[in-house]
């Protein structure tokens, strides 16, 4: 008996594995030109480079990104020329890198950022507005930083829409907080795990905290690491303390204001005085002069009614006479 023959098998694997394929093309992200190596760009223009061991920062971005994750890497530098054509960019988190300089120039374009995330790297410093282009930034996360002990007064004086800044567990001890004040939409500030001074010259921050506790986070864990006195004494208990102990004495400026403003007082008196005096002489001198200088009219006015009342007075006399006789 003759068997009919069989149907290949292989036929039928080519289809399974057609489907296969094409199902894991239709539900991967859609991949844009251009699309850096190692990272995937899809179409809601994010681009995801997280955790592919990048030492540096990647090439032939998209122009259009508007989210750049690239997190979990060692970069060790964000070029400003390349960073900067991405004027689109809205979201940008290089979170756990090897990132030691940030400067003004490298945010230079980024005018729609409104979430920028910088934590775990190894920054030391924040320059004189280095987030100034960022006219658009909304939070800003520096934690994790452990060489970054400097600040500079004016880094955040141009981020007049920040509403979240954390620079919590770096290694700050003070931070002058006169532009922060002065940031309308400022809601919550993170500062815990640093090792603050509670000395004189950080009052105001103490202060602040003590004032508005409720926008700080993790208040309970932003403590004190020096004066020994003062150690792991929370900021905001030391506030109103610091702000008695600090202005129990005189300094050597205030003495010296006050010395100023005395010889300002001394001065204007002086002046004042010499003013007067010379006013009032020149008065005097003026009725002076004005007294001996009479009209020529009035002169002879008064001689010609002088004469008048000689005449009278004669008259006078002989009427005096005449009766008499």
Same mark, same amino acid.
């Given at each position: 008996?003759?068997? /009919?023959?069989?149907?290949?098998?292989?036929?039928?694997?080519?289809?399974?594995?057609?489907?296969?394929?094409?199902?894991?093309?239709?539900?991967?992200?859609?991949?844009?030109?251009?699309?850096?190596?190692?990272?995937?760009?899809?179409?809601?223009?994010?681009?995801?480079?997280?955790?592919?061991?990048?030492?540096?920062?990647?090439?032939?971005?998209?122009?259009?990104?508007?989210?750049?994750?690239?997190?979990?890497?060692?970069?060790?530098?964000?070029?400003?020329? /390349?960073?900067?054509?991405?004027?689109?960019?809205?979201?940008?988190?290089?979170?756990?890198?090897?990132?030691?300089?940030?400067?003004?120039?490298?945010?230079?374009?980024?005018?729609?950022?409104?979430?920028?995330?910088?934590?775990?790297?190894?920054?030391?410093?924040?320059?004189?507005?280095?987030?100034?282009?960022?006219?658009?930034?909304?939070?800003?996360?520096?934690?994790?930083?452990?060489?970054?002990?400097?600040?500079?007064?004016?880094?955040?004086?141009?981020?007049?829409?920040?509403?979240?800044?954390?620079?919590?567990?770096?290694?700050?001890?003070?931070?002058?907080?006169?532009?922060?004040?002065?940031?309308?939409?400022?809601?919550?500030?993170?500062?815990?795990?640093?090792?603050?001074?509670?000395?004189?010259?950080?009052?105001?921050?103490?202060?602040?905290?003590?004032?508005?506790?409720?926008?700080?986070?993790?208040?309970?864990?932003?403590?004190?690491?020096?004066?020994?006195?003062?150690?792991?004494?929370?900021?905001?208990?030391?506030?109103?303390?610091?702000?008695?102990?600090?202005?129990?004495?005189?300094?050597?400026?205030?003495?010296?204001?006050?010395?100023?403003?005395?010889?300002?007082?001394? /001065? /204007?008196?002086?002046?004042?005085?010499?003013?007067?005096?010379?006013?009032?002489?020149?008065?005097?001198?003026?009725?002076?002069?004005?007294?001996?200088?009479?009209?020529?009219?009035?002169?002879?006015?008064?001689?010609?009614?002088?004469?008048?009342?000689?005449?009278?007075?004669?008259?006078?006399?002989?009427?005096?006479?005449?009766?008499?006789?």
């Amino acid at each position: 008996m003759r068997l /009919a023959p069989q149907t290949s098998a292989h036929p039928l694997r080519l289809i399974v594995l057609l489907l296969v394929l094409f199902a894991g093309v239709t539900t991967s992200p859609v991949l844009s030109t251009g699309c850096p190596d190692r990272c995937v760009c899809d179409d809601q223009l994010v681009v995801q480079c997280a955790g592919q061991h990048l030492t540096t920062f990647p090439v032939n971005l998209p122009l259009a990104t508007r989210q750049l994750i690239i997190s979990n890497n060692r970069i060790v530098e964000l070029p400003p020329l /390349a960073l900067n054509y991405l004027s689109d960019l809205v979201y940008l988190d290089c979170s756990n890198n090897s990132l030691t300089d940030i400067s003004e120039s490298t945010f230079g374009n980024l005018r729609k950022l409104a979430y920028l995330d910088l934590s775990f790297n190894t920054l030391s410093r924040v320059e004189d507005r280095t987030f100034g282009p960022l006219a658009s930034l909304v939070m800003l996360r520096m934690t994790d930083n452990p060489g970054l002990s400097h600040v500079h007064p004016d880094a955040f004086v141009e981020n007049a829409a920040l509403q979240v800044l954390d620079v919590s567990r770096n290694n700050l001890t003070s931070l002058n907080i006169t532009s922060l004040l002065a940031l309308p939409a400022l809601r919550s500030v993170g500062l815990s795990g640093n090792p603050w001074s509670c000395e004189c010259d950080n009052e105001d921050l103490c202060l602040w905290v003590y004032l508005e506790g409720f926008k700080f986070q993790d208040e309970g864990q932003t403590v004190c690491g020096s004066p020994a006195d003062l150690q792991d004494r929370r900021l905001g208990e030391v506030g109103i303390q610091l702000r008695t102990l600090c202005h129990q004495t005189l300094g050597s400026w205030d003495y010296l204001f006050f010395i100023l403003i005395g010889f300002a007082i001394f /001065a /204007a008196g002086t002046v004042s005085a010499w003013v007067m005096g010379v006013i009032m002489v020149l008065y005097e001198r003026y009725i002076k002069k004005k007294d001996e200088q009479v009209d020529p009219d009035e002169e002879e006015e008064m001689l010609e009614m002088g004469i008048s009342g000689n005449r009278s007075d004669q008259d006078s006399e002989n009427l005096n006479d005449t009766h008499t006789m």
